[in-house]
């Protein structure tokens, strides 16, 4: 391959017109209240914060901020409901529940994406064909379940723990709401549920979306507010188990508070995922994979693949195709149905993602972003690699959470399973070969929870998913995310 | 016409190790993963507008019939220069293509407009004939002024392993073509099986001097689809990052409505790039595409569709 042939130029002679998703019909609340014992109620203190659009850094809503005596109410009204209806009546009738909130998920699908992506700032194309589908998706699998939990457990009596504190981030909302409430439910257990800061309206869509399923009121309490909200939940003395997704920094002192308790726990952390191009790749397929896997979600995924190893036979054509396909993404409003690369989440995660990008070139590492305009208000980031990175560049060991990719070298299948496992994280890793002894290899020497093999960020409920060492334990999704929730004598 | 069959003083054969040695692998799961994504990209007003003309100015307006007459072939070439009367602003169409005894009708007709002439060649649709008959047809075809052959490869020969046949019988077409006419290879996708051997001809087809690969005859099922022309894209692109060449993709059979055209423009578009946006680069092989097009440009203008009666079938 010759340097000197000129890259492919992707913009200017046929743009796309914009073609934005209407919000005309959408009715956003000015202001949203927490959802205990199957009713909306104003926090006992009268305190709310502000719910913000980060494409144009205005107030979309205003949310309820939960104190300890609404925290109180919500874990009571969660314990009545366990101790009550919902503690007696069979796995079939829970899964009728469960059924009735799939089905209008899938009904209000539409108004769901669009206000996840107001809310959060992820394309539209991306909430309508992946989050929300999979929300409902993961509620239709787990009412499956329901009636089938000795079937699961053979020889064993499987009971619910009891009332379950879940507590999500905000990279996902809906789904990551789904992925907690289903199996709890289904499992027979009651929820307290602590949606993230920075996105917690479509939580409380899906609290509307329980009401009207008639759910027994208790069942599902939805409390909104900060990290000391959350601290409150994980150190409430009636709780019985703490599920969280989020930072491993979070989950390591979530663990710290209820150690000497009889809590139980799932931890889903962070991760530094590798993704893994061997030179027998199908090699346009693998930067597709590559790319989906570091910019979906402006790289807000803690299973981001944001450590890319190219075998050095290939690393050439394979960085010159990804160069050129990175060119071909459109940055910009969410709301247009071909954004590829919405808006970052929030000020902060923006100032962090720069703070390593500035990390990544002081520490010498060559930087490469898509030349785009960018919008004037909001918090944008162009889809970024590095090259010449090493093992011991920041940008290479830590997780960013940002569009941001260290790219690597290797010579031998030994050393790039040496090079993927060496880190902290264990969440999920990618492996690009046409050779499938190759692809089961490697699934079985890397020490991470999930293995994609030609294939990046494909989830379904059916799959389990959760990691090794610092990306947390306990498994989400498939039979194994039924046992985190039972007493299995 | 002399036939002179010189493909021996070629030695190309021995080329085609070298591309076994480079054959690059296909994943069928990921090609149609991104074509999924490519056909949930949205067109809409100026640029929808600005596709469609693009289509037409790309379209080459195809009659291959066993009951072709001149008389039809005249009637096709004044579609192809007089699209539709309401839109003086229009784009012809690239070309006409025929049958090799046709040529001449077309040509004749179509000598002091742009709209090339092209023909089919070398025992089309199925390409079974003896080397000297498929070099005897192409240069009658170009002597009668095809300024495109559209050949097929040797199917039977492909499937048998014999690679470097395939490749040197296309060099000699294409030496047969000289510098008066563009050749076209046609691999007739629907009869090589999986994508990997998709792959393998569109290198064999690029290498042994191709200007333009093309998938299909039109005469088998499936004809042209969006991943196997996604497959033909990158061995295009791989060829032009190791040479700096460009090589023309013309899809053909089965694409008949605007919106499948404009997503295979998309998909041209964001795999190789503004170049390849051009009728010299980029062809559709369609007969009836060009009404549905005209129907859509008339309604973006008019904001009405019209009933199919007032565009001429011809």
Same mark, same amino acid.
């Given at each position: +391959?010759?340097? #000197?042939? %000129? ?34 109620? #104003?926090?006992?203190?009268? #305190? ?38 919902? /503690? ?87 789904? +990551? ?280 960020? %494909? ?5 389990? @998913?959760?990691?090794? =060492? ?20 | ?42 067109? =809409? ?7 469609? =003309? ?24 004044? =579609? ?21 005894? +046709? ?5 004749? @007709? ?13 025992? @089309? ?19 009668? /002024? ?33 510098? %008066? ?64 060449? +460009? ?36 062809? @559709? ?30």
């Amino acid at each position: +391959m010759s340097s #000197k042939i %000129k890259s492919l130029n992707y913009n200017g002679k046929w743009d796309f017109s914009s073609s934005i998703e209407s919000i005309e019909n959408l009715s956003i609340l000015k202001e949203y209240q927490l959802f205990i014992n199957g009713k909306f109620q #104003k926090p006992v203190d009268k #305190k709310y914060f502000p719910s913000i659009n980060p494409t144009n850094e205005q107030q979309l809503t205003r949310i309820a901020k939960a104190e300890s005596k609404d925290v109180d109410l919500a874990v009571n009204s969660a314990r009545a409901a366990f101790n009550g209806q919902w /503690g007696k009546i069979s796995g079939k009738e829970r899964a009728k529940y469960i059924y009735r909130i799939a089905r209008i998920i899938q009904e209000k699908s539409k108004e769901l994406a669009i206000v996840e992506t107001l809310d959060g700032g992820k394309p539209i194309r991306e909430s309508r064909d992946i989050d929300i589908p999979l929300a409902a998706a993961h509620f239709f699998y787990y009412a499956g379940w329901s009636d089938k939990l000795k079937y699961a457990f053979p020889n064993k009596t499987p009971k619910p723990l009891g009332v379950v504190g879940q507590i999500i981030p905000w990279n996902f909302p809906l789904m +990551m709401a789904a992925w907690k409430i289903a199996p709890a439910l289904a499992t027979g257990n009651t929820v307290v549920l602590k949606p993230a800061e920075s996105t917690s309206v479509t939580a409380l869509l899906l609290a509307e979306i329980i009401k009207e399923a008639e759910l027994p009121p208790g069942v599902v309490n939805i409390i909104t507010g900060d990290g000391s909200t959350g601290n409150l939940l994980v150190n409430h003395s009636d709780v019985n188990k703490i599920a969280f997704t989020g930072s491993t920094e979070v989950g390591k002192s979530i663990m710290e508070s209820i150690s000497g308790t009889n809590k139980r726990s799932t931890m889903e952390l962070g991760g530094k995922a590798a993704n893994i191009i061997f030179e027998d790749a199908p090699l346009d397929q693998a930067v597709e994979g590559v790319i989906n896997g570091i910019f979906f979600n402006q790289g807000h995924v803690c299973c981001a693949g944001s450590r890319l190893f190219i075998q050095e036979s290939v690393y050439d054509v394979v960085l010159r195709k990804l160069k050129d396909r990175m060119q071909s993404l459109l940055v910009g409003n969410p709301l247009d149905k071909n954004t590829d690369i919405g808006a970052v989440n929030s000020k902060q995660q923006l100032s962090t993602i720069h703070k390593y990008i500035d990390i990544g070139v002081k520490e010498g590492a060559d930087i490469f972003q898509l030349n785009c305009e960018l919008p004037k208000s909001g918090y944008w980031c162009p889809p970024t690699l590095f090259t010449n990175v090493s093992q011991s560049h920041r940008i290479a060991k830590e997780e960013i959470f940002g569009p941001v990719l260290a790219v690597q070298t290797f010579r031998t299948t030994q050393e790039v399973i040496n090079k993927a496992n060496n880190t902290p994280y264990g969440l999920s890793a990618g492996v690009w070969t046409d050779k499938g002894s190759k692809a089961f290899n490697l699934a079985a020497k890397l020490k991470a929870g999930v293995i994609w093999a030609n294939t990046y960020n %494909k989830f379904d409920p059916t799959s389990p @998913f959760g990691g090794y =060492k610092e990306s947390g334990h306990g498994r989400e999704g498939g039979l194994h995310g039924l046992s985190p929730y039972l007493n299995l004598e | 016409m002399n036939i002179t069959l010189n493909y021996e003083s070629l030695s190309l054969g021995r080329k085609i190790l070298m591309i076994l040695d480079l054959k690059t692998k296909v994943d069928k799961l990921g090609i149609e993963d991104r074509v999924s994504r490519i056909t949930k990209r949205s067109l =809409k007003s100026e640029a929808k507008l600005q596709g469609l =003309k693009m289509i037409l100015s790309m379209i080459d307006l195809t009659t291959l019939e066993g009951m072709d007459t001149d008389k039809r072939v005249e009637q096709l070439c004044y =579609k192809a220069t007089h699209l539709h009367q309401e839109f003086p602003d229009l784009p012809n169409v690239a070309a006409v293509c025929v049958y090799p005894n +046709m040529v001449k009708t077309a040509s004749n @007709f179509l000598k002091d407009s742009e709209v090339k002439v092209a023909s089919v060649a070398t025992a @089309f649709p199925s390409g079974n004939s003896s080397l000297e008959v498929k070099i005897q047809e192409t240069k009658e075809a170009v002597f009668n /002024g095809a300024e495109e052959i559209d050949m097929v490869i040797s199917r039977g020969k492909f499937h048998s392993g014999e690679y470097n046949y395939v490749f040197d019988e296309i060099a000699i077409i294409k030496e047969n073509c000289g510098d %008066k006419a563009r050749l076209k290879v046609i691999l007739e996708t629907g009869e090589l099986g999986d994508y990997d051997h998709i792959r393998l001809a569109s290198e064999i087809a690029i290498k042994a001097g191709a200007d333009f690969i093309k998938t299909s005859t039109g005469k088998i099922k499936p004809a042209a689809t969006l991943p196997i022309t996604l497959v033909m894209l990158e061995a295009i692109k791989d060829h032009y990052y190791n040479t700096g060449k +460009m090589v023309g993709m013309k899809p053909a059979g089965g694409i008949s409505n605007s919106k499948l055209a404009l997503q295979y423009l998309i998909m041209v578009k964001e795999t190789l790039g503004n170049l390849w946006l051009d009728k010299h680069w980029f062809r @559709f092989g369609a007969s009836s595409l060009a009404n549905d097009v005209l129907m859509q440009l008339l309604k973006q203008k008019t904001g009405f569709y019209q009933s199919n009666n007032y565009f001429s079938k011809d």
